[in-house]
């Protein structure tokens, strides 16, 4: 999603402390294809601070920007984070870069800040120890409340030079959240932090799904007394609805070009799943079948749509064209299997596996074969990819209370982003 109130440029002058050194040489080609499979190295103290512009309460430190920029390079599996080099009579933030090669850290990040008036300014760049050359730099500008988002947004763009595609610490999570009895929907950063309830229905909301242009929000909701389906712009903050036939209007998803909203209904009596045309409000049904077909999700083309159906006796995850033809069975191990959600990269569905109350989440490939199973607590729920492919967010209850986790997309480095206030269910991660 597009966040807003922050700019981020290419360094041009020398702005801060050490700018003249950051500016001095160009950026560096980095093809992570040719340093193997081993986490890379990666050096990032403290950034430091103007001593006459130290910042007011509120604002976060040199320290603390740094600890969020490992935190997120640590979940993304790709890099090995020290925070300073091995004994060092000075400062970190001030160590040269060769003082980092006992710990065979390969790159290390500078950086430095300034408050001025009620924003700060960051400049950044990232250096190569062994050349002690500048790969990249950024500077970026915010005020108060935007100081964790320059910090993900750096560490982003150092994703982004290894691997080619911009990592994920800027984007949302909407889910749900439980309050008593009623459910709402809110919005969270990925790792948890400036969480924001987004529906004051006093009622239930159920299974919000993103835009692809991560501009609006689309959910079930019982407000007006009957299941049906909602749309908030985020920006304008309008709150429109989209389906509100007599009983079951659930499970909305946008196709991967916005124009279409797949959801279930049960208008004609039994659950369905329905093509709905966003811009013409046309309805086309796409399942036909007297058993519950529901929970659609799009293939990343748009091409394809899998759904949960119990047609063959217990809920199992199917796939057919968006014209409703080529019908196919998809997972045939596990005898409740439902909530699947295609990746981003179109070669996995990710889904849920149940007996009894032991639900655990699993992948497999769109074409078949053996699932992948990646959780094995039991309690797990409602998968959700990262726009890049590389994670799952799904909902646990192995606490005691569901809440909120995210895991690498092989099950390893699973990490919880919710706690207190609530049960937290129904994760939607943004593009």
Same mark, same amino acid.
């Given at each position: 999603m597009i966040r807003r109130w922050v700019t981020a440029i290419l360094s041009l002058a020398a702005l801060l402390l050490f700018g003249s050194v950051l500016l001095a040489q160009s950026d560096i080609e980095i093809d992570i294809r040719k340093l193997g499979m081993a986490?890379?190295?990666?050096?990032?103290?403290?950034?430091?601070?103007?001593p006459a512009t130290p910042p007011a309460a509120g604002f976060?430190?040199?320290?603390?920007?740094?600890?969020?920029?490992?935190?997120?390079?640590?979940?993304?599996?790709?890099?090995?984070?020290?925070?300073?080099?091995?004994?060092?009579?000075?400062?970190?933030?001030?160590?040269?870069?060769k003082a980092w090669l006992p710990l065979g850290v390969q790159a290390v990040v500078q950086g430095g800040y300034k408050q001025l008036s009620d924003?700060?300014?960051?400049?950044?760049?990232l250096f190569d120890v062994e050349s002690e050359t500048r790969i990249f730099g950024r500077f970026y500008k915010g005020n108060q409340r935007e100081g964790r988002l320059i910090a993900h947004s750096f560490a982003d763009e150092i994703v982004y030079r290894y691997t080619g595609k911009r990592g994920i610490a800027t984007t949302?999570?909407?889910?749900?959240?439980?309050?008593?009895?009623?459910?709402?929907?809110? %919005?969270? /950063?990925?790792? $948890?932090? @400036?969480?924001?309830? #987004? =529906?004051?229905?006093? *009622?239930?909301?159920? &299974? !919000?799904? +993103?835009?692809?242009?991560?501009?609006?929000?689309?959910?079930t909701s019982y407000r007006d007394r009957n299941p049906d389906v909602y749309v908030v712009?985020?920006?304008?903050?309008?709150?429109?609805?989209?389906?509100?036939?007599?009983?079951?209007?659930?499970?909305?998803?946008?196709?991967?070009?916005?124009?279409?909203?797949?959801?279930?209904?049960?208008?004609?009596?039994?659950?369905?799943?329905?093509?709905?045309?966003?811009?013409?409000?046309?309805?086309?049904?796409?399942?036909?079948?007297p058993k519950v077909d529901t929970s659609p999700t799009w293939s990343p083309s748009g091409r394809e749509i899998a759904?949960?159906?119990?047609?063959?006796?217990?809920?199992?995850?199917? %796939?057919? /064209?968006?014209? $409703?033809? @080529?019908?196919?069975? #998809? =997972?045939?191990?596990? *005898?409740?299997?439902? &909530? !699947?959600? +295609?990746?981003s990269t179109g070669d996995k569905i990710a889904y849920v596996s149940s007996a009894g109350s032991r639900?655990?989440?699993?992948?497999?490939?769109?074409?078949?074969?053996?699932p992948t199973r990646l959780t094995v607590s039991g309690g797990n729920e409602?998968?959700?990819?990262?726009?890049?492919?590389?994670?799952?967010?799904?909902?646990?209850?192995?606490?005691?209370?569901?809440?909120?986790?995210?895991?690498?997309?092989?099950?390893?480095?699973?990490?919880?982003?919710?706690?207190?206030?609530?049960?937290?269910m129904s994760p939607a991660w943004s593009p």
């Open positions: 986490r890379i190295k990666i050096g990032i103290p403290p950034f430091t601070s103007d976060l430190k040199g320290e603390e920007m740094a600890q969020i920029i490992r935190d997120d390079l640590d979940f993304s599996g790709l890099f090995q984070v020290f925070p300073s080099p091995p004994l060092q009579s000075q400062s970190a933030a001030g160590a040269p870069l924003y700060v300014t960051l400049e950044a760049a949302s999570i909407a889910y749900v959240k439980r309050k008593g009895p009623n459910k709402e929907i809110h %919005i969270m /950063d990925y790792d $948890g932090r @400036n969480s924001y309830q #987004l =529906t004051h229905d006093n *009622s239930i909301a159920l &299974s !919000p799904r +993103w835009a692809p242009d991560g501009s609006k929000v689309v959910f712009d985020l920006k304008a903050r309008s709150y429109v609805r989209l389906s509100g036939y007599i009983g079951l209007n659930t499970t909305p998803a946008f196709s991967p070009d916005g124009r279409t909203l797949a959801l279930t209904l049960s208008k004609d009596g039994n659950p369905e799943v329905y093509l709905l045309d966003m811009k013409t409000k046309g309805l086309t049904r796409l399942t036909r079948n759904f949960v159906s119990d047609r063959s006796g217990s809920p199992q995850v199917y %796939i057919t /064209d968006r014209e $409703g033809v @080529n019908l196919r069975r #998809l =997972t045939y191990s596990g *005898s409740y299997n439902t &909530s !699947p959600v +295609w990746s639900g655990d989440i699993y992948t497999i490939s769109p074409t078949g074969g053996e409602d998968p959700t990819w990262s726009p890049d492919g590389r994670y799952l967010a799904y909902s646990s209850k192995v606490g005691g209370r569901r809440d909120i986790y995210l895991m690498r997309a092989d099950g390893s480095g699973t990490k919880g982003v919710t706690s207190g206030g609530g049960d937290c």
